[in-house]
Each structure stands twice: as C-alpha cells, then as structure tokens.
C-alpha cells in the first residue's frame, strides 16, 4: 500500500482540507505516490499547481481518485461508499458512536475504515491527535468570536474620562480547547475563572493566570484517555449550583465539557441564564453533541429575552481553516509515517499496534469494535 488520494470536501460548511502541499511532499519524498482531486485545496487557497509541485497527481474527480488510491484521506465521511474499493483504508474522522449504521455499511463493503477521533491519548500517538490539534484552535477562535460580540472591551483601561474595568471570562471545562480559551482570553486582558471537574487541572489553570473555581462534587476524576468522567445527576446538579453565581458576573460564559461518545452535560439551564447581565455571551462549544446550555442552536446563534446571546461554537476550527487544514495533515502524515515500512517501501497496516487496535473499526468485512456491532 503506497497510494494515497486525498479528497475534496464535499459539505459545504467544510473549509479545511486534510493534507497540504508541504505534507504532500514529505509523503512522496518517503516513497508514496499521491493524488489529489481537482479543487481540494480551494479554501485555504492551495492550487492545483501547488499540489502538482508538491508531486502529486490531480485527478478531476472522486472515483478517478478511488481508482488510484489504496488509502483514502479526507476530514469527514461521505455520504456513501460508492465507488471506494474493497480492501482500501478510509482515513478520517467519523464520529462513530452517532454512525453505527455508516459503520455497518463501511464493513459491508470490506472496506478498512480509521477513525481519526479513536486514535489513543498516549504520548507516541500525541502528533496524530486531531481531537487536540482541532480543539485548541476551536478554543482559540470562541474566545475572538464572543469577544467581537461583547459590547464592552476585554482588558482594563486607565483614560481621562475614567476606568475601564475588564470584562469578565469564565471557562467551563479545562481540556485542550478549554486551556486555550483561557490563554487567549487572558492575552485580550480580561480577568478569567475556569472550572473543570478534574481537580489535577487546577495548577494548569492558574498556570495560565486564571482563578481556579472550586466546587465540591465529591469523588472525581478522569478516564485512562484523559478524559472526564461522567458525572452523576448529583454531582451535575451540584456543579449547576456552583457555576450559578459565577456565570451572573460574568460576562462571557465559555462552555466546553464533552463526556466522549456520549451526549454532552446539561451545565447552563434557562434559570441560570436568566441571572446573567444583559449583553452577556455565552459560546456553547458542545453544541453538536447536545449542548452544555440549555436553548443552544447548532444551526444559529440564539438572543433571548433577556439580552444574552448563546452563540453555536460547533466545529469553530473552521473558520481557521489555513492553520486547521496545517494542523490536520500534519496528524494524517504523521500517522502514515509512523506505519511506513522504509525497506519495503510500503505502509504497513500492524494491527498489533496499540494505535491502529484503537482506531481501526472495520476490516476484512467485520466490525472490530464490540461497541459498534
């Protein structure tokens, strides 16, 4: 296996591409022969040309490129497997605890699909982590969108006609987007608080010269991956009650808790919201998977009665889609590089290997996944 082809989204909320010309070239200069799909690399102004010198080969459409390809590369799934031959890897990212029926489809069709989102939190799987590189740009980008939206300026300012006081961020869940929602906000001047479940994060908060907000929940922690674990009904009506009086002084409410391959937990009720000053914004980044607020819209942001806003931070990486599409080739290549076989000239698909045992799904007509069956 040495023939990579690398598609064009076709969503049309989709800007990133999933290899750039710079990794294009590394990946021939390792032995792999590459095509691209006319157009690939449109939205992050990549030309074809740039990619023919890169050394690939353009291809005008999909199933030119399945025909070349014995490993497909893309950011999302398409909306079918017509056309991808039996036996080829699919590389990218599924979300396949809401894909259960793709999944079966993929096996179906004897096609070896990784899910990029699966790949383990190890420190040797760290550089081909798209979740990580992903959500530090989203985290970075809700912190500039609530900003432009905030009536008000993030740090303080000393003038003739008086003091500015600084506005006011609180962050809700300190993972990777989290950690740099809290370094950007606190570069725009504003004065921070964050909360996460995990007490461990707490010096990593104030690392960042944020306050830590301490909520009792009892016995906490996180999963193997890293992860937090799930709270109880309890515990999240405990943490509801803590985060209450924060949020009414703040003046951006950042949410960013995910509960991996499950719906996301309810933090913000209306009740909540309603305490908090007119003008305010909150920015749910978990929006796509239920949402942390309760009356979030994936599809639009939402004003209420009240005058605070809840802006839709679904997939924000995208509107970085230049350093989101860098950032995302470099994961695939080094995933590809990782299992390239120098002396043979070839990738090598080791399914004794921690990272691929995590990330292949399906292969040889089956599901892998007892959780997908």
Not at 120 to 148: C, E, F, H, N, W
Not at 246 to 257: F, L, P, R, Y
Not at 322 to 336: H, P, R, W, Y
Request: proline fraction near 4%; hydrophobic fraction near 40%.
């Amino acid at each position: 296996m040495n023939k990579v082809f690398l598609c064009k989204e076709t969503a049309p909320e989709e800007t990133r591409v999933a290899l750039v010309p710079m990794h294009i070239k590394k990946l021939t200069e390792l032995g792999f022969e590459v095509a691209v799909q006319s157009g690939a690399g449109e939205n992050i102004a990549c030309s074809d040309e740039d990619y023919a010198e890169a050394g690939a080969k353009i291809v005008e459409t999909v199933f030119d490129g399945y025909d070349f390809g014995d490993i497909v590369v893309r950011i999302n799934k398409p909306d079918n497997v017509n056309g991808i031959r039996q036996g080829v890897l699919h590389i990218s990212s599924f979300d396949v605890f809401n894909e259960k029926e793709a999944v079966k489809e993929y096996a179906e069709a004897g096609i070896r699909l990784v899910s990029l989102e699966m790949m383990p939190r190890s420190t040797i799987a760290q550089k081909m982590d798209i979740q990580s590189s992903q959500a530090s740009l989203a985290g970075y980008y809700a912190v500039l969108l609530a900003a432009s939206r905030l009536p008000k300026l993030f740090p303080m300012m000393m003038t003739p006609a008086g003091t500015i006081s600084p506005a006011r961020v609180f962050i809700i869940g300190v993972g990777v987007a989290g950690l740099q929602a809290i370094a950007t906000a606190k570069r725009l001047g504003a004065r921070v608080e964050a909360f996460d479940t995990r007490p461990v994060v707490e010096e990593e908060v104030k690392s960042l010269g944020a306050k830590f907000v301490k909520i009792d929940l009892g016995e906490m922690g996180q999963t193997e991956q890293g992860y937090a674990k799930e709270l109880t009904p309890e515990q999240v009506e405990k943490q509801r009650q803590g985060q209450a009086k924060v949020c009414a002084q703040s003046d951006i409410v950042i949410t960013t808790a995910k509960v991996f391959g499950r719906k996301a937990p309810m933090l913000l009720t209306k009740d909540m919201i309603a305490d908090m000053k007119p003008g305010s914004i909150i920015v749910d980044m978990a929006v796509a998977t239920g949402g942390n607020v309760e009356g979030s819209d994936p599809g639009e942001d939402v004003i209420l009665d009240s005058g605070v806003m809840i802006i839709s931070g679904d997939r924000l990486e995208r509107h970085v889609p230049k350093d989101a599409s860098n950032m995302f080739s470099g994961n695939i290549f080094a995933f590809l590089e990782h299992f390239w076989d120098t002396e043979n000239k070839t990738f090598k698909l080791d399914t004794t290997d921690d990272i691929i045992s995590s990330c292949l799904i399906t292969a040889d007509g089956q599901i892998l996944d007892e959780r997908f069956k």
